[in-house]
């Protein structure tokens, strides 16, 4: 059950036209986030909406780049419900400090930066400069479920 709060980060998303989901399950045997230190290092997250995949298979055959984007932007939103799940409150997140993304891509498909541009943009809107951060993005034969991009997230937090 999603907690109400008053959250500045919550009230940008809500501007945004996003709502903060409750934390997916895990499909496997991880949870959702860990701390060490003052680091929340997030399990890939997949792009689920309301439980459900809506998009399946390669990116540059079954699924273009744009939509893969925007699965993108729905895996960095489940990360950070999964962040909240493990600090409490996302404004203290200090920065965003790595992005991982893969990209299930047709044999002929390079373009994985510009997908997981879906993510990095995403968290730059909601967080500001807070949201800038290094990156990988990774081209994989196959994810779970057919995914067709997964995204996790290291955050410091305060």
């Not at 009230?11 to 929340?40: D, F, K, M, Q, S």
């Not at 489940?78 to 992005?99: S, W």
Request: charged share 15%; hydrophobic share 50%.
């Amino acid at each position: 059950m999603q907690q109400e709060t008053s959250s500045a980060v919550e009230a940008r998303l809500a501007e945004l036209g996003h709502t903060l989901p409750a934390v997916a399950l895990p499909v496997a045997a991880y949870v959702p986030a860990t701390i060490t230190g003052n680091l929340v290092y997030t399990s890939g997250q997949l792009p689920f909406i309301n439980g459900e995949l809506t998009a399946s298979g390669k990116v540059g055959a079954a699924v273009t780049a744009e939509a893969a984007a925007e699965q993108a932007q729905v895996c960095a939103l489940n990360a950070l419900a999964a962040i909240k799940g493990a600090i409490g409150d996302l404004d203290r997140i200090v920065r965003v400090v790595k992005v991982v993304g893969f990209v299930s891509s047709d044999p002929s498909f390079t373009g994985q930066p510009a997908v997981i541009n879906g993510a990095s943009e995403f968290l730059g809107a909601v967080l500001g400069e807070k949201g800038v951060h290094a990156r990988s993005a990774v081209g994989v034969a196959a994810l779970p479920l057919d995914a067709p991009v997964e995204v996790e997230l290291i955050v410091e937090f305060a």
